[in-house]
Every structure is written in structure tokens, then in C-alpha cells.
T-cell receptor, first 110, second 112 residues
Framework: NAGVTQTPKFRILKIGQSMTLQCAQDMNHNYMYWYRQDPGMGLKLIYY???????DKGEVPNGYNVSRSTTEDFPLRLELAAPSQTSVYFCASSYNNEQFFGPGTRLTVL | QKEVEQNSGPLSVPEGAIASLNCTYS??????FFWYRQYSGKSPELIMS????GDKEDGRFTAQLNKASQYVSLLIRDSQPSDSATYLC????????????FGKGTKLSVKP
């Protein structure tokens, strides 16, 4: 099993550009999550999904959108990128409350 | 307000010593508690989960939970330089799988 995979690993965006961060898992987990982590800070939940077709907002959803058309994939969309969205983004999936993380995407908005 | 508090450290211990990491949380109804290890530049890795009051041991790691005091801790015995990392405490908020709240983490440094 590859576990949770994320692409790209690194990305630099200009202010106002848009992009999609990809996340996939091959463990057949229903629950998936998107977090951001800023330096010296804990993980902040952006969005989560309890299954295909079902998503909900987390603590910091503004400026982001998600979709969940399959169990495997949970992409995160950034519209009109802003410098405040410079962060490391982690995708995770869970089974029995235990969350497993992907390797992360380091995003810089200039 | 949902809060998970950890001492940011750094906590420095000599090799072979016991490292003690502490975490307090504000939600009395929380049922699930987790410790993650995060090496610099890497993603968090689950190392312990605990659901009931008391101690849970796994190798050199022991998690301790006291729900009455809203306190969870992680002990690392025979600390090794490879244990040097940031340790994140996470608490399941309100009993839902979608609501893990993370502390900011404690940076541990194990000196040879």
C-alpha cells in the first residue's frame, strides 16, 4: 500500500493564481482531512470528508474548496491565492479515529 | 473554546533518560487522545493512542490519561537521539472523527 499520497511536493504561486492540491489514499478509508501547518504552530483543520460526496468545514476553511467524488481522492482547491495561504498542507485519512498523514505540500504565495 | 495546550520546549534530555511530555485540553467530553511524532520537514506519524484513564505502554513509550484533570502525557524511556523531534498532542473533539484538535507541539532534543 502506498498509504496517503500528495502532489505536488512544492509549489510557488503568484498572488491571485489558483491551484489544486491532490490527495489520494489506497486504504479504503472513509474519513479524509486537509490540514495546514504554519511554522511553530499546530495543525489547523481546513476541511474534512466522511465519505464520497460528503464534505464539511473545519476550523480555517476560508479561501479553500474541496470535493470528494471517490473514496480514494480528496483534492483541495485554492482560489485567488493570498500570501496568508503560504503554509505546509497535509492530507490525512483515518480508520478507527487514528489519522494517517501524507508527506505534505509546501506552498509559497508571492 | 477548544484548546489543547503543550509546552513548546525545547525539552532537552540526555541519552538514556526518561523524557516526559505533557498536554492539557479544555473539552471535558473528549474521548480519544493521540500522540504524533514529527521530524523536521516531515509529516506527523502516529505513535500512541489512548482512550481510557490510566497508562498504556508500547515499547519505550507510555501514554498516561487522566480525564478528571484533563491531562494526557507521554513518557519516553531510554531516550535516544533518534527520538529528537516535535511531539504533537491531539484530542478528539466532541466525539467526532472529523474533529481532532492539535496542540502546537513540544520539541524534544536528546543529547548523546
Amino acid at each position: 500500500n502506498a498509504g496517503v499520497t500528495q502532489t505536488p511536493k512544492f509549489r510557488i504561486l503568484k498572488i491571485g493564481q489558483s491551484m489544486t492540491l491532490q490527495c489520494a489514499q489506497d486504504m479504503n478509508h472513509n474519513y479524509m482531512y486537509w490540514y495546514r501547518q504554519d511554522p511553530g504552530m499546530g495543525l489547523k483543520l481546513i476541511y474534512y470528508s466522511v465519505g464520497a460526496g460528503i464534505t464539511d468545514k473545519g476550523e480555517v476553511p476560508n479561501g479553500y474548496n474541496v470535493s470528494r467524488s471517490t473514496t480514494e481522492d480528496f483534492p483541495l482547491r485554492l482560489e485567488l491565492a493570498a500570501p496568508s495561504q503560504t503554509s505546509v498542507y497535509f492530507c490525512a485519512s483515518s480508520y478507527n479515529n487514528e489519522q494517517f498523514f501524507g508527506p505534505g505540500t509546501r506552498l509559497t504565495v508571492l | 473554546q477548544k484548546e489543547v495546550e503543550q509546552n513548546s520546549g525545547p525539552l532537552s534530555v540526555p541519552e538514556g533518560a526518561i523524557a516526559s511530555l505533557n498536554c492539557t485540553y479544555s473539552d471535558r467530553v473528549s474521548q480519544s487522545f493521540f500522540w504524533y511524532r514529527q521530524y523536521s520537514g516531515k509529516s506527523p506519524e502516529l505513535i500512541m493512542s489512548i482512550y481510557s484513564n490510566g497508562d498504556k505502554e508500547d515499547g519505550r513509550f507510555t501514554a498516561q490519561l487522566n480525564k478528571a484533570s484533563q491531562y494526557v502525557s507521554l513518557l519516553i524511556r531510554d531516550s535516544q537521539p533518534s527520538d529528537s523531534a516535535t511531539y504533537l498532542c491531539a484530542v478528539n473533539w466532541g466525539g467526532s472523527q472529523g474533529n481532532l484538535i492539535f496542540g502546537k507541539g513540544t520539541k524534544l532534543s536528546v543529547k548523546p
